[in-house]
């Protein structure tokens, strides 16, 4: 302990010598830190000290501690386990890792801690303590093993180009044939009305795998142009699988989109989502769905095969409160109609996000999408293959000011750029909304 004590001072003191910050030089010690339930301080030294001190049985159960009370559960074990193979009657470094795999959601390997506790014949008041945790695990066990949640949510805003159309009043076809369009083809400004309904069950036939089903509503109303109403449903289910920092996801999916109350698109198909996650904050992920799309009868030469592949990696930063976010994705639709070949394309794209917790209780997110489309085949009427540059940018603030209620307001703004004049166009949304979780 005195050993661990001076090493602590000395490298405090080469950290005071290299200037750390202010925050760090009040604090006289690590366990200083712990003492005080100063827990995300004492995480950020210990982080720095890791290095030179791990293996130190009194610096790890520290550092254990602090990085459990911080939300590093994962770290929390590697040290907690450290210091008992160095001390393997360290009741109390037992308990503490009892408490870190149950923030990860191994109820077995926490029960089988607390259990070593409680042979151990600790003190009533530790005993107590246990209790509750043994408590706390049949409770868990059971939510873990079923699992249900939902949401209703409801906004209003404003959409400078409801039907992405162009501002221009006609073209003029390769041919040399000038065309007026009509109002429905050009760009029209609407104010709107949108509820969303959301439900999610899980069913884990072990701690490790189960099947899950889900379902969402949307319905989008706009004040002045009905012609543009929208009504989507999507329905979900499939098997997971969970352990270790791993995930796979097999899901089935369907939507239901109708346009003006009545059927236009309809799509079919299977997801495979792979991630992995590490003990330092960061997410990898893989991506692919293969789909069918179809349309109403009228539109039917739209139909496309649809197969789309991607990768992302997410990475969270506790001290600056962010987590950052960026993925990748290409994907090609073929055309199931001869006569709607130049509906076929391939496309590809980059996705970025950044999510900010200020406080507690708030969060901005920012979003931005870049994506190259090319179509299959040349356009018939403009006797070009299509290209386009799409961008999209994004920004929400959300509030949850009760635990189950949260208010948003948000912006974005899209920009297409085509080869084919009539499908360049520019939008901008903002909205306020509200929403309940049950």
């Not at 509750?132 to 079923?146: A, C, G, I, V």
């Not at 993925?327 to 109609?337: D, G, N, V």
Request: charge should be negative; include cysteine; glycine fraction near 8%.
């Amino acid at each position: 302990m005195d050993g661990f004590r001076v090493r602590l001072g000395i490298f405090t003191a080469l950290l005071i010598a290299g200037g750390i910050s202010k925050s760090v030089l009040a604090a006289e010690s690590l366990e200083a830190l712990v003492e005080t339930a100063q827990y995300q301080a004492a995480y950020e030294l210990a982080k720095s000290q890791e290095l030179d001190l791990a293996g130190e049985p009194q610096f790890d159960f520290l550092y254990g501690l602090a990085a459990l009370e911080t939300g590093h559960p994962q770290l929390a074990v590697f040290a907690l386990e450290r210091v008992l193979v160095a001390e393997p009657q360290d009741h109390r470094a037992r308990l503490e890792l009892g408490r870190a795999y149950f923030a990860l959601g191994d109820f077995e390997k926490s029960k089988e801690l607390f259990e070593q506790v409680l042979a151990a014949d600790p003190p009533q008041r530790v005993k107590d303590n246990v209790q509750l945790f043994m408590d706390k695990l049949q409770q868990r066990s059971k939510q873990r093993d079923r699992q249900f949640s939902s949401r209703v949510g409801f906004k209003l805003g404003h959409d400078s180009n409801i039907n992405s159309a162009t501002t221009l009043n006609s073209i003029t076809l390769p041919v040399g044939l000038t065309l007026e369009l009509d109002d429905s083809s050009r760009e029209l400004s609407d104010s709107f009305a949108a509820l969303d309904a959301s439900v999610r069950y899980l069913q884990l036939l072990r701690k490790d795998m189960g099947y899950f089903i889900s379902a969402s509503f949307n319905e989008h109303q706009n004040t002045d142009y009905d012609a543009f109403d929208t009504r989507l449903l999507g329905l979900s289910g499939g098997y997971v699988y969970q352990a270790n920092g791993y995930s796979v996801r097999l899901p089935l999916q369907y939507q239901y989109l109708q346009v003006d109350a009545e059927f236009f698109r309809s799509s079919a198909g299977l997801g495979l989502e792979w991630s992995k996650s590490t003990q330092t904050g960061s997410q990898f992920m893989l991506f692919s769905q293969w789909a069918q799309q179809r349309h109403a009868d009228a539109y039917n030469v739209r139909d496309v095969d649809l197969g789309l592949f991607g990768l992302g990696v997410s990475h969270s930063y506790p001290s600056a409160r962010l987590v950052f976010s960026l993925s990748a994705y290409s994907a090609r639709e073929k055309s199931k109609q001869a006569a709607g070949e130049h509906f076929g394309r391939g496309y590809r794209g980059l996705r970025l996000g950044l999510n900010w917790t200020p406080r507690l209780a708030q969060q901005f997110q920012l979003g931005v999408t870049v994506q190259q489309v090319e179509h299959d085949a040349v356009h018939p009427l403009f006797s070009v293959v299509r290209e386009d540059d799409y961008a999209q940018v994004s920004l929400d603030w959300v509030w949850r000011f009760r635990p189950q209620w949260s208010f948003s307001a948000g912006t974005s703004y899209s920009q297409n750029d085509s080869n084919i004049d009539i499908y360049t166009y520019k939008r901008s949304v903002l909205s306020l909304g509200c929403a309940y979780d049950f």
